[in-house]
T-cell receptor
Framework: QQPVQSPQAVILREGEDAVINCSSS?????VHWYRQKHGEAPVFLMI?????EQKGHDKISASFNEKKQQSSLYLTASQLSYSGTYFC???????????FGTGTSLTVIP | DTGVSQNPRHKITKRGQNVTFRCDPI?????LYWYRQTLGQGPEFLTY????????KSRLLSDRFSAERPKGSFSTLEIQRTEQGDSAMYLC????????????FGPGTRLTVT
């Protein structure tokens, strides 16, 4: 039931781009994206609802392919502050349980 | 609004003891979630309240775990007869009920069972 994320880890230089993928085997109602820094609680980035919409703000955007039950998070022109572990969170079409993905560790170096 | 708060922040207990954690959500948020997170893993869903009603409970949650949210305000999570495997960070989150809600997380309670 836990969504699978890829890659597991990525190292970027400042200014480079990254894509993080999230895949579920179940029909989804929504996909959330959160970033968690070491020792801190997860912080909300954005939410996408069933309907295949794409969202974004500043240099971070995301898409949701409802047919494939996949979501991707796009980080462009990465900054040092982007470092952390990224989790997708999914809510299924049926039920209220919320599942976080396996996580992607992202490190941005100067 | 000061955000989601959790108490205590740290708890060390001996195996077999009972522990209780408290979560105070953002006022007027009617959804409240409990998660458990171990090192290197994503948060694992435990249970979910809408107002005072507990609507979902993870099948992975043993009967040693119980949660309440009296009057739809703060919530408590109790673990009875703690085991070493219960050692983890316990996170609480709250949100509005709307079509596109975001969850606001508290700082968590770190439980260590010795």
């Amino acid at each position: 039931q836990q969504p699978v994320q890829s890659p597991q880890a990525v190292i970027l230089r400042e200014g480079e781009d990254a894509v993080i993928n999230c895949s579920s085997s179940k029909a989804l109602y929504s996909v959330h994206w959160y970033r968690q820094k070491h020792g801190e609680a997860p912080v909300f980035l954005m939410i996408l609802l069933k309907g295949g919409e794409q969202k974004g703000h500043d240099k971070i955007s995301a898409s949701f392919n409802e047919k494939k039950q996949q979501s991707s998070l796009y980080l462009t022109a990465s900054q040092l502050s982007y470092s952390g572990t990224y989790f997708c969170g999914t809510e299924r079409d049926t039920g209220n349980q919320f599942y976080f993905g396996t996580g992607t560790s992202l490190t941005v170096i100067p | 609004d000061t955000g989601v708060s959790q108490n205590p922040r740290h708890k060390i207990t001996k195996r077999g003891q009972n522990v209780t954690f408290r979560c105070d959500p953002i006022s007027e948020h009617n959804r409240l979630y409990w998660y458990r997170q171990t090192l290197g893993q994503g948060p694992e869903f435990l249970t979910y309240f809408q107002n005072e009603a507990q609507l979902e409970k993870s099948r992975l949650l043993s009967d040693r775990f119980s949660a309440e949210r009296p009057k739809g305000s703060f919530s408590t999570l109790e673990i009875q007869r703690t085991e070493q495997g219960d050692s983890a960070m316990y996170l609480c989150a709250s949100s509005w009920t709307s079509e596109a809600y975001e969850q606001y997380f508290g700082p968590g309670t770190r439980l260590t069972v010795t």
